[in-house]
């Protein structure tokens, strides 16, 4: 048996409805042009109404599961990357299974924010590294649009929604190098939903004081995001002994073009490695990453041998990281 764990197989969704910067103007005190210079984001997808988290899950790792040419039932794990589940509980991973059929996995979700991803890949690789699971589906999911407040114009041009999933399995060429995970709880008050919870549970007061939707301090987000892009950049390659100018491709999470543009600049990477598709989708949070590697893989850019580190942060704060060779 094989020792190398690696992705088998991505996906990803993402809903029909577009809504522009254009549009945008109409709803609050903004402009195409502030949007674009500042985020870099022109477009982000909207789920139709009685679409859900779930839904767009769903959608992505069927994909998944038919590049790892694996049935439903060949999953033993779901893991669910999301900070927008379809309930508080049970977790979308369970309600991912139940469309699915995949009636042989366990399931479970993490809470992570806009790393959860990059936690419930490496969560996967451990998983089949202990010898418990075979095939792990790993999703990030969100409908953003459904906890961004529509009148707030600090947040409501960055988020969208989407879905990207993959299956983690042994793999004969390729697989994960090196990985890193982080936290930092001191700043959970940096980027967070204040009420819903067990510390303010759903009111009248709360949904006036407007508690069910985004809260974030764009700066001190922006400023930690651009360090700890760096420092996960450098701390991986020493760990793997792979030089950063062997590395092909960068996949960062996707918050804004200008986070993007200053990190990879300090680093000396050119541009034309690092994987960008926000201007279409806009933030997805968990989604964010594997919808671009979905992307980038599909329209060739990626090819099998290519070294791809993907790169997360957000809420929590959390970060992490994933250095793989791409094998399929
Ligand atoms: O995925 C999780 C991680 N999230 C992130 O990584 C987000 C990180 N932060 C950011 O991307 C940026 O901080 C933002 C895009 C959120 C904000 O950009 P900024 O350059 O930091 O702007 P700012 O917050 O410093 O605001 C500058 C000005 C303010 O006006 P005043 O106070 O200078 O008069 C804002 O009110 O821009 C104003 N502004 C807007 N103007 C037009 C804020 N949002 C808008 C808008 N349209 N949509």
């Avoid at 008050?189 to 301090?217: C, Q, W």
Wanted: with cysteine; charged share 25%.
């Amino acid at each position: 048996m094989t020792n190398k764990i690696g992705i088998l197989g991505i996906g990803s969704y993402l809903p029909e409805k577009v809504l522009s910067n254009i549009d945008l103007e109409l709803m609050v005190d903004t402009s195409d042009e502030w949007i674009k210079e500042r985020t870099g984001i022109s477009y982000r997808r909207i789920a139709e109404k009685d679409v859900s988290t779930s839904d767009l899950a769903y959608e992505a790792s069927k994909e998944a599961l038919k590049m790892a040419n694996l049935k439903p039932e060949d999953i033993d794990l779901i893991i669910g990357a999301t900070v927008t589940p379809d309930m508080l509980f049970p977790s979308t991973a369970c309600l991912v299974q139940k469309k699915l059929n995949a009636f042989n996995a366990a399931c479970f979700d993490l809470s992570a924010g806009c790393t959860g991803f990059i936690y419930a890949l490496i969560c996967a690789h451990e998983f089949v590294k202990s010898g418990m699971y075979k095939n792990v589906l790993v999703f990030g999911a969100e409908t953003l649009s459904r906890i961004v407040d529509w009148e707030d114009r600090n947040t409501c041009v960055l988020f969208g929604d989407g879905a990207g999933a993959c299956v983690v399995g042994r793999v004969n060429e390729g697989g994960v190098i090196s990985k890193i995970l982080g936290a930092d709880g001191t700043k959970s008050d940096l980027l967070y939903l204040p009420a819903g919870g067990s510390r303010e549970p759903a009111s009248f007061e709360t949904v006036k004081g407007k508690k069910h939707f985004i809260r974030m301090n764009g700066r001190e987000v922006f400023k930690f995001a651009v360090s700890i892009i760096e420092e996960m950049v450098i701390k991986m390659s020493n760990q793997s002994g792979c030089q950063i100018e062997k590395i092909d491709y960068f996949v960062p999470h996707q918050a804004n073009i200008r986070i993007i543009d200053s990190a990879f600049k300090r680093l000396r990477v050119p541009f034309d490695k690092v994987i960008v598709n926000l201007d279409k989708y806009g933030n997805m949070s968990a989604a964010s990453i594997p919808v671009a590697l979905d992307e980038a893989v599909r329209t060739g850019k990626i090819k099998k041998g290519d070294k791809i580190m993907l790169l997360g942060f957000g809420a929590g704060l959390t970060w992490g990281g994933v250095l793989i060779e791409w094998g399929v």
